[in-house]
Protein backbone atom coordinates (compact mmCIF):
# COMPACT_ATOMS: atom_id res chain seq x y z
CA UNK A 1 0.00 0.00 0.00
CA UNK A 2 0.90 3.47 -0.95
CA UNK A 3 0.49 6.00 1.24
CA UNK A 4 0.56 9.64 0.35
CA UNK A 5 0.31 12.49 2.95
CA UNK A 6 0.81 16.33 2.94
CA UNK A 7 0.42 18.71 5.84
CA UNK A 8 -0.13 22.44 6.01
CA UNK A 9 1.09 24.30 9.34
CA UNK A 10 0.94 27.70 10.26
CA UNK A 11 3.10 29.62 12.94
CA UNK A 12 2.89 29.92 16.97
CA UNK A 13 0.54 30.99 18.53
CA UNK A 14 1.89 31.55 21.75
CA UNK A 15 2.54 35.42 21.78
CA UNK A 16 5.34 34.50 24.02
CA UNK A 17 7.17 33.25 20.98
CA UNK A 18 6.94 36.55 19.20
CA UNK A 19 8.50 38.74 21.92
CA UNK A 20 10.74 36.05 22.31
CA UNK A 21 11.85 36.68 18.80
CA UNK A 22 11.60 40.21 18.73
CA UNK A 23 14.18 40.40 21.73
CA UNK A 24 16.55 37.99 19.66
CA UNK A 25 16.70 40.23 16.74
CA UNK A 26 18.37 43.83 17.81
CA UNK A 27 19.96 46.31 15.28
CA UNK A 28 23.12 45.98 13.44
CA UNK A 29 26.46 46.45 15.25
CA UNK A 30 27.10 49.19 13.64
CA UNK A 31 24.42 51.34 14.59
CA UNK A 32 25.39 53.51 17.93
CA UNK A 33 23.33 56.55 17.89
CA UNK A 34 20.26 56.14 19.84
CA UNK A 35 18.36 57.94 17.02
CA UNK A 36 19.46 55.89 14.48
CA UNK A 37 18.30 52.61 16.48
CA UNK A 38 15.05 53.93 17.13
CA UNK A 39 14.79 54.32 13.68
CA UNK A 40 15.99 50.76 12.39
CA UNK A 41 13.31 49.81 15.20
CA UNK A 42 10.55 51.71 14.38
CA UNK A 43 10.84 50.97 10.59
CA UNK A 44 12.70 48.09 9.75
CA UNK A 45 13.15 45.45 12.88
CA UNK A 46 8.46 44.58 12.86
CA UNK A 47 8.86 43.24 9.08
CA UNK A 48 12.29 40.77 10.61
CA UNK A 49 10.32 39.69 13.75
CA UNK A 50 7.48 39.17 11.33
CA UNK A 51 9.63 37.32 9.00
CA UNK A 52 11.06 34.85 11.54
CA UNK A 53 8.20 34.62 13.52
CA UNK A 54 6.28 33.07 9.93
CA UNK A 55 9.08 30.81 9.98
CA UNK A 56 8.18 29.15 12.94
CA UNK A 57 5.16 27.36 10.90
CA UNK A 58 8.31 24.75 9.90
CA UNK A 59 9.26 23.98 13.84
CA UNK A 60 7.25 21.38 15.03
CA UNK A 61 8.29 22.47 18.98
CA UNK A 62 6.21 26.07 17.40
CA UNK A 63 3.89 25.68 14.81
CA UNK A 64 0.73 23.62 14.50
CA UNK A 65 -0.44 21.76 12.36
CA UNK A 66 -3.75 23.12 10.46
CA UNK A 67 -4.35 20.55 7.73
CA UNK A 68 -2.99 16.80 7.16
CA UNK A 69 -4.49 15.19 4.02
CA UNK A 70 -3.81 11.56 3.00
CA UNK A 71 -4.70 9.37 0.39
CA UNK A 72 -4.41 5.56 0.39
CA UNK A 73 -3.08 3.98 -3.31
CA UNK A 74 -5.45 5.73 -5.71
CA UNK A 75 -8.54 6.70 -3.59
CA UNK A 76 -9.25 10.37 -3.15
CA UNK A 77 -7.51 12.04 -0.78
CA UNK A 78 -9.02 12.67 2.70
CA UNK A 79 -8.48 16.13 4.98
CA UNK A 80 -8.40 16.62 8.69
CA UNK A 81 -8.91 19.98 10.07
CA UNK A 82 -10.67 22.08 12.31
CA UNK A 83 -14.70 22.39 12.65
CA UNK A 84 -14.26 26.02 12.34
CA UNK A 85 -12.32 28.21 9.97
CA UNK A 86 -10.53 30.04 12.80
CA UNK A 87 -6.95 30.24 14.13
CA UNK A 88 -8.95 29.31 17.57
CA UNK A 89 -10.36 26.59 16.49
CA UNK A 90 -7.23 25.40 14.62
CA UNK A 91 -5.24 25.41 17.67
CA UNK A 92 -7.92 23.94 20.03
CA UNK A 93 -8.86 21.56 17.81
CA UNK A 94 -5.13 20.54 16.40
CA UNK A 95 -4.15 17.30 18.89
CA UNK A 96 -8.15 15.91 18.05
CA UNK A 97 -7.52 16.26 14.04
CA UNK A 98 -4.19 14.66 14.64
CA UNK A 99 -5.89 11.31 16.55
CA UNK A 100 -7.97 11.63 13.90
CA UNK A 101 -5.50 10.85 11.11
CA UNK A 102 -4.03 8.40 13.44
CA UNK A 103 -7.25 6.40 13.39
CA UNK A 104 -7.83 6.96 10.35
CA UNK A 105 -4.81 4.97 9.40
CA UNK A 106 -5.29 2.33 11.60
CA UNK A 107 -8.40 1.83 10.06
CA UNK A 108 -6.86 1.48 6.19
CA UNK A 109 -3.91 -0.17 7.46
CA UNK A 110 -3.61 -3.15 8.82
CA UNK A 111 -0.20 -4.15 10.19
CA UNK A 112 -1.11 -8.06 9.70
CA UNK A 113 -0.30 -7.88 5.60
CA UNK A 114 2.44 -8.84 4.58
CA UNK A 115 4.30 -5.92 3.35
CA UNK A 116 4.66 -2.17 5.41
CA UNK A 117 2.95 0.47 3.34
CA UNK A 118 5.29 3.08 2.09
CA UNK A 119 4.66 7.26 2.41
CA UNK A 120 4.96 9.08 -0.50
CA UNK A 121 5.31 13.08 -0.08
CA UNK A 122 7.08 15.90 -1.21
CA UNK A 123 9.98 16.30 1.10
CA UNK A 124 8.27 14.34 3.49
CA UNK A 125 11.08 12.64 5.13
CA UNK A 126 12.47 16.26 6.76
CA UNK A 127 9.33 17.85 6.94
CA UNK A 128 6.38 16.08 7.06
CA UNK A 129 6.93 12.97 9.32
CA UNK A 130 9.12 14.70 11.22
CA UNK A 131 6.63 17.55 12.03
CA UNK A 132 3.91 15.00 12.66
CA UNK A 133 5.99 13.66 15.11
CA UNK A 134 6.97 16.81 17.05
CA UNK A 135 3.61 17.41 17.44
CA UNK A 136 2.27 13.83 18.43
CA UNK A 137 5.34 13.54 21.18
CA UNK A 138 4.01 16.86 22.33
CA UNK A 139 0.41 15.90 22.56
CA UNK A 140 1.21 12.42 24.15
CA UNK A 141 -0.54 11.20 21.35
CA UNK A 142 0.98 7.79 20.89
CA UNK A 143 1.13 7.27 16.83
CA UNK A 144 0.50 3.77 14.67
CA UNK A 145 3.74 2.21 14.71
CA UNK A 146 4.02 1.78 11.19
CA UNK A 147 4.84 5.31 10.40
CA UNK A 148 8.28 5.53 9.28
CA UNK A 149 9.02 8.82 11.25
CA UNK A 150 12.76 8.18 11.40
CA UNK A 151 13.30 6.67 7.78
CA UNK A 152 16.10 8.03 5.71
CA UNK A 153 14.81 9.31 2.00
CA UNK A 154 16.53 6.08 0.58
CA UNK A 155 14.63 3.82 2.93
CA UNK A 156 11.88 1.43 1.49
CA UNK A 157 9.49 2.91 3.96
CA UNK A 158 9.06 6.24 2.70
CA UNK A 159 9.64 7.98 -1.29
CA UNK A 160 10.39 11.94 -1.16
CA UNK A 161 9.61 13.00 -4.25
CA UNK A 162 12.27 15.82 -3.88
CA UNK A 163 15.07 13.78 -2.83
CA UNK A 164 14.37 11.14 -5.86
CA UNK A 165 14.01 13.51 -8.32
CA UNK A 166 16.83 16.42 -6.44
CA UNK A 167 19.21 14.04 -5.10
CA UNK A 168 19.66 13.68 -0.94
CA UNK A 169 21.10 17.16 -1.22
CA UNK A 170 19.53 18.72 -3.69
CA UNK A 171 16.21 20.71 -3.67
CA UNK A 172 13.11 20.87 -6.14
CA UNK A 173 9.87 22.71 -5.61
CA UNK A 174 6.82 20.08 -6.05
CA UNK A 175 5.21 22.99 -8.79
CA UNK A 176 8.61 23.05 -10.82
CA UNK A 177 8.09 19.40 -11.08
CA UNK A 178 4.57 19.65 -12.08
CA UNK A 179 5.52 21.89 -15.07
CA UNK A 180 8.05 19.72 -16.35
CA UNK A 181 5.58 16.86 -16.49
CA UNK A 182 2.97 18.60 -17.86
CA UNK A 183 0.73 18.58 -14.69
CA UNK A 184 -1.68 21.37 -13.17
CA UNK A 185 0.16 23.38 -10.75
CA UNK A 186 -0.63 24.54 -7.57
CA UNK A 187 -3.03 27.71 -8.54
CA UNK A 188 -3.43 30.51 -6.33
CA UNK A 189 -2.12 29.13 -2.90
CA UNK A 190 1.26 28.06 -2.19
CA UNK A 191 2.92 27.00 1.53
CA UNK A 192 3.98 30.79 1.61
CA UNK A 193 0.20 31.85 1.66
CA UNK A 194 -1.21 29.38 4.03
CA UNK A 195 -1.00 31.73 7.70
CA UNK A 196 -2.48 34.74 5.31
CA UNK A 197 -5.13 31.87 3.83
CA UNK A 198 -5.76 30.31 7.71
CA UNK A 199 -5.87 34.06 9.12
CA UNK A 200 -8.58 35.15 6.69
CA UNK A 201 -10.67 32.34 7.89
CA UNK A 202 -9.89 30.51 4.37
CA UNK A 203 -9.11 27.77 6.11
CA UNK A 204 -11.48 24.87 3.33
CA UNK A 205 -9.77 26.56 0.84
CA UNK A 206 -5.90 25.46 2.12
CA UNK A 207 -7.79 21.70 2.98
CA UNK A 208 -8.50 22.23 -0.36
CA UNK A 209 -4.80 23.08 -1.90
CA UNK A 210 -3.42 20.36 0.67
CA UNK A 211 -5.39 17.59 -0.84
CA UNK A 212 -4.35 18.79 -4.26
CA UNK A 213 -0.74 18.37 -3.32
CA UNK A 214 -1.68 14.84 -2.37
CA UNK A 215 -3.06 14.61 -5.87
CA UNK A 216 0.56 15.98 -7.43
CA UNK A 217 3.09 13.97 -5.64
CA UNK A 218 0.58 10.61 -6.49
CA UNK A 219 1.10 11.49 -9.83
CA UNK A 220 5.05 12.83 -9.62
CA UNK A 221 5.32 9.42 -7.90
CA UNK A 222 3.81 7.73 -10.56
CA UNK A 223 5.74 9.58 -13.40
CA UNK A 224 9.06 8.71 -11.17
CA UNK A 225 7.98 5.18 -10.63
CA UNK A 226 7.40 4.59 -14.38
CA UNK A 227 3.16 4.06 -13.84
CA UNK A 228 0.85 5.54 -15.73
CA UNK A 229 -0.35 8.89 -14.64
Known amino acids: ?3 FIDIETIP ?5 VREAIAKDITAPGNYTKPETIAKWEAESKPALVDEAWRKTSFDGALGHLAVISVACDDFPPTTFHASAPTVEAVVAEEHAVLAAFFR ?12 PPRFVGHYITE ?3 RFIFQRAVIFGERPPAFIPFHAKPWDE ?11 ARGT ?3 DKLCQVFGF ?16 GGRLLEVAEYCAGDVARA ?5 RLTFQAA
Open 172 to 174: VKL
Open 12 to 16: AQNPG
Open 218 to 222: RSIYK
Open 1 to 3: MEI
Open 184 to 199: PGKGEIDGSKVWDYVN
Open 104 to 115: HLSEVYSPSTDR
Open 127 to 129: FDL
Open 157 to 167: AVFDTMTKWAG
